[in-house]
T-cell receptor, first 116, second 114 residues
């Protein structure tokens, strides 16, 4: 079984500051992928970034980076230079990497509010 | 490409009524799934399909039925709605063989059962 834990229900961050959203996971699968999704107030789920468990480098996508620490089982999302449009719910998710498996397990989310 | 579409956007049902939530994708994805989102609980997998004619249960399948007669469509049926099924429902699709890791989500259906 897989489990994702997001311990920050809500965060308030000043605009232009960097923010780190915490995510820890638990799995017995030897190969897995970690995802971050953004859900703005409009409700849609927006894919942000992906990290494979065997990837040598931490994933980056524009202002988003994933601080992957395999030994600690953590996959924190870092948003640099936060903007007002970053205010949203953020979900960490994972899936086992084996053929045909696309089942995602989600955390409970962190609500991020950017303060002008 | 429209991506993943869901209808309706909003629905109110009375306890015991049945209905079908529609989901369609135009990306020729083999994998499709249904999640429900409840406050404080993240998204939980209801049912999924790895291709036309093949479906399986997720984490919370009770009270829901699915079928997959075409690659494009994956409807979710509520046979006898209960207040506990009040939730936001998301359909998602992906192509495991395509090398991409992203699952594409529909805009969601907000369901209220009275």
């Amino acid at each position: 079984a897989q489990k994702i834990t997001q311990t920050q229900p809500g965060m308030f961050v000043q605009e232009k500051e960097a923010v780190t959203l915490d995510c820890t996971y638990d799995t017995s699968d030897p190969s897995y992928g970690l995802f971050w999704y953004k859900q703005p107030s409009s409700g849609e789920m927006i894919f942000l970034i992906y990290q494979g468990s065997y990837d040598q480098q931490n994933a980056t996508e524009g202002r988003y980076s994933l601080n992957f620490q395999k030994a600690r089982k953590s996959a924190n999302l870092v948003i640099s230079a936060s903007q007002l449009g970053d205010s949203a719910m953020y979900f960490c998710a994972m899936r086992a990497i084996n053929f045909g498996n696309e089942k995602l397990t989600f955390g409970t989310g962190t609500r991020l509010t950017i303060i002008p | 490409n429209a991506g993943v579409t869901q209808t309706p956007k909003f629905q109110v049902l009375k306890t015991g009524q049945s209905m079908t939530l529609q989901c369609a994708q135009d990306m020729n994805h083999e994998y499709m799934s249904w999640y429900r989102q409840d406050p404080g609980m993240g998204l939980r997998l209801i049912h999924y399909s790895v291709g036309a004619g093949i479906t399986d249960q997720g984490e919370v399948p009770n009270g829901y039925n699915v079928s997959r007669s075409t690659t494009e469509d994956f409807p979710l049926r509520l046979l006898s709605a209960a207040p506990s099924q009040t939730s936001v429902y998301f359909c998602a699709s992906s192509n495991p063989a395509g090398g991409l890791n992203e699952q594409f989500f529909g805009p969601g259906t907000r369901l209220t059962v009275l």
